[in-house]
């Protein structure tokens, strides 16, 4: 997907698009799906859940790896839990 799709999807009607800046390892992504999920489920807003999903990348991966900050999240009000 190119990069300006992303919020050119939220201006079109989706509530919110999460997606990698660049190319992300599989153990990254895996600690940000399983955190992102969880939080959510949790009945936290999408912004929060990111957050806490970036920094379960960041605990798990070790602060060696930048794989905490490639996803991205585009949202009309990401303060605002999902249903």
Avoid: C, I, K
């Avoid at 997907?1 to 390892?25: D, F, S």
């Amino acid at each position: 997907m190119e990069p300006w799709h992303r919020p050119a999807l939220v201006a079109a009607g989706l509530p919110a698009v999460v997606a990698n800046q660049y190319p992300v390892e599989d153990a990254a992504a895996t600690a940000f799906a399983r955190e992102l999920y969880a939080q959510l489920a949790a009945g936290s807003s999408l912004g929060d859940a990111a957050r806490e999903a970036r920094v379960a990348v960041g605990r798990d991966l070790g602060t060696g790896s930048l794989g905490w900050a490639v996803p991205v999240v585009f949202a009309r009000d990401p303060r605002e839990p999902l249903r």
